[in-house]
């Protein structure tokens, strides 16, 4: 009488033949434990397996090790100022979850440090948040793309850009101090008595005979001075006097 097949043994080895799974050796997970400190992307290259089974096999086994005052040190400083892989290349073999419940520990919860999100930005600005990237672009102010941690359950939230609030004032002051005394393309419209296109079809016969500012800005913001010399250019082109 022959043998029961082991349906479970059999699967085993038909998964570890084609490479989808491979079990761990003891040779491995000792190697493993010994190693784990160099960080996943060592480990990958020594042991032939991907981050999440290094990651993975650790947690399975209890393998971890104690943070150093250089890690801690790190943690603080570079907490806020870079992304999640930023922060995950300056700490090799911390998952990002494990940085995150440190972080908490510490009391560094917050990553914003006085920066606000771009909606938050918009609003203290007064500027639409769909043109205000382009604004601070223009003025010079850098956004950061922040990870944000639930400092309750602590764990990974949801990502956004965030600008310095005062940075973000101070743009939008520029900004509109440049914008008094300039006119929209409506408003161009309305002091000559035409419709935007036609204001668009002067603007561009001028600038075809000398530069003209407010052009390249989204939206035109056009000098006066602009306007009317494109309607006298108009004018002169008709033949009126």
């Not at 040190?73 to 090799?92: A, D, F, N, Q, V």
């Not at 973000?168 to 935007?196: C, I, M, W, Y």
Request: proline share 4%; charged share 30%; hydrophobic share 40%.
């Amino acid at each position: 009488m022959s043998r029961p097949l082991d349906t479970a043994k059999v699967t085993r080895a038909m998964l570890a033949t084609s490479g989808k799974w491979r079990p761990w050796t003891e040779a491995e997970t000792a190697f493993l434990r010994k190693h784990y400190h160099r960080g996943t992307a060592w480990l990958s290259k020594r042991l032939g397996r991907g981050a999440r089974s290094i990651l993975s096999r650790a947690q399975r086994v209890g393998i971890s090790h104690k943070w150093t005052r250089h890690e801690l040190t790190t943690l603080r400083l570079e907490w806020g100022e870079l992304s999640e892989r930023g922060l995950m290349r300056k700490l090799p073999g911390r998952t990002w979850g494990a940085i995150a419940i440190r972080a908490h520990r510490m009391g560094l919860a917050n990553p914003n440090q006085g920066k606000v999100d771009m909606r938050e930005a918009s609003r203290i600005t007064g500027i639409d948040h769909r043109t205000l990237p382009a604004v601070l672009a223009a003025e010079g102010v850098r956004r950061s793309y922040r990870v944000r941690v639930n400092s309750d359950r602590c764990i990974t939230g949801h990502r956004q850009w965030v600008v310095d609030a005062d940075e973000a004032r101070d743009a939008a002051a520029r900004h509109f101090n440049k914008l008094a005394g300039t006119l929209s393309r409506r408003q161009a419209a309305e002091r000559l008595g035409v419709s935007p296109p036609t204001v668009l079809h002067l603007m561009r016969r001028l600038a075809a005979t000398r530069p003209v500012e407010g052009m390249r800005s989204k939206p035109w913001r056009l000098l006066p001075a602009d306007v009317d010399a494109a309607a006298a250019l108009r004018g002169a082109a008709r033949g009126e006097s």
